[in-house]
């Protein structure tokens, strides 16, 4: 509770949001667990991994990431080989192996997010089509994220749970989850 004026005194006192006990609209509920509102668990990390990953690829944001298709070969004939025979580069990759905050790991998974998008020739308008290029994503995104070693479930569900913490980190980009009305736009903006 903050007090915020004095004759009278004015509080403001902010309150945990109030829920419905059911969200019957499942895009709704997706978007509230997206954005960390609500619990994964009511959705599943995979379904909301698989959200975002929709949302992703109907947005122009992975276009930001052309430079990285070409940037990481230049930068593996750019490093510098050490003593022991070995770059700099995967000397790196090999000690943080599995922390997928590190800048080469999210560069690696937007990287393979962009050529996965780009390359893909189906309608992304088609439900089918969209839902080939997501699995076609994760299947990518498991080397991208070094889960080379585990089984297939394993290893799809701490792919949705890294992908999905760098996109609440903002290390993916920003996405709007809700179309702004014309109107609204172009009048009142």
């Known amino acids: 509770m903050f007090l915020i004026g004095s004759h009278p005194n004015i509080y403001v006192l902010d309150t945990p949001g109030v829920f419905p006990p ?38 122009d944001e992975y276009k930001k990431w052309a430079k990285l298709s070409t940037a990481e070969s230049d930068e593996l004939s750019d490093d510098k080989v050490g003593p022991s025979g070995d770059s700099e580069l995967n000397k790196r990759r090999r000690q943080y192996a599995t922390d997928h905050t590190q800048d080469f790991v999210v560069n690696d998974v937007r990287r393979t997010l962009f050529e996965k998008i780009s390359s893909f020739h189906g309608n992304l308008n088609y439900e089918k089509d969209l839902l080939k290029l997501i699995e076609a994503e994760f299947a990518a995104l498991q080397k991208a994220f070094n889960l080379l070693a585990e089984s297939e479930l394993e290893a799809q569900d701490k792919i949705a749970a890294k992908l999905l913490n760098l996109y609440r980190t903002g290390r993916l980009g920003h996405y709007t989850l809700d179309s702004i009305p014309r109107l609204l736009s172009s009048h009142h903006l």
Not at 25 to 42: F, H
Not at 46 to 54: C, G, H, N, S, T
């Open 22 to 59: 059911l969200i019957a609209d499942a895009e709704v509920c997706s978007k509230l667990a997206l954005t960390g509102a609500i619990k994964d668990c009511l959705i599943g990390e995979m379904e909301l991994a698989q959200y975002f990953l929709a949302i992703l690829n109907l947005s």
